[in-house]
């Protein structure tokens, strides 16, 4: 009775890998994939994923620093429910820069995160809250020209979900532990966004807007972006959703403008 069971754990588990290269190649190959907790580029929801059920995320952004500089990230990212209120997300970017007409590419910085419900929202009480911790991890090395340092960063984030029909709103804080490469001393950053999604009746579309910046902690120096986007998403079946925003910098230190789309698939 338990090789049947094994039997389709095994097949899960190559069904996943399958569709996670099939998804991998179609995104590389089209013209407006997407990066990010999907929809949103920066918040995160209070609703981690169901347990036992896989989501996928990709997605493309593209943002200009400077008339000169530019980059862009492909980004890949894996959800799993382990058991029910927990979540584990792996994140694998891709990162494109070009900079006075030199072009250069390399895989970015590994990012592993744990989302942790502890508030579900119910109809009396739409109120979810969960926690995020993020570990980034250095595979990228250290690459000034790809904002990589070649150590260990650490960030915590406080998430908060609520419907306010037919909108849901999410807003999320976090405090970044930001690793020191050798001969440098980097600042801690606080981290924080909004994200508002507008379901419009009897279609299977949302109007999105979101708002996301972060402030270096105990530093004269600046660095300081803010980002307004807006946008929309739309789930044609209950397995696929497609996004796409776009937005600008509201801080000299935030990108010129960015351009964002994505497509989450839900794998059961």
Known sequence: MTAIPRLCKIG??????????????????????????????????????????????????????????????????????????????????????????????????????????????????????????????????????????????????????????????HINLGYYFIGNPPGQDLPDQVRYALGLAVEVPDTPLKILGELFGRSNVGSGTSGDPMTAMGGFSIQPTDAFIIDVLAGFGLTKDAPDYIISSGISYILN
């Open 12 to 169: 899960r588990v190559k069904r996943f890998f399958f569709l996670s290269f099939i998804l991998m190649t179609l995104i590389a190959l089209t013209p407006n994939p997407g990066f990010a907790e999907r929809p949103f580029i920066e918040t995160e929801t209070a609703i981690p994923t169901d347990r036992g059920r896989y989501l996928l995320e990709s997605g493309l952004i593209f943002n200009r620093v400077a008339a000169d500089q530019k980059q862009t990230i492909f980004n890949l990212g894996i959800r799993y429910g382990l058991i029910h209120n927990l979540e584990f997300n792996l994140e694998i970017p891709y990162i494109f820069v070009s900079n006075q007409g030199n072009s250069k590419n390399r895989p970015g910085d590994l990012l592993l995160k744990t989302k942790v419900r502890f508030l579900k929202g119910r109809a009396a009480n739409p109120l979810s809250v969960a926690g995020q911790m993020i570990l980034k991890f250095p595979t990228a090395g250290r690459k000034a020209e790809f904002n990589t340092t070649g150590v260990v960063d650490v960030g915590f984030r406080a998430i908060a979900s609520k419907t306010f029909s037919p909108l849901t709103a």
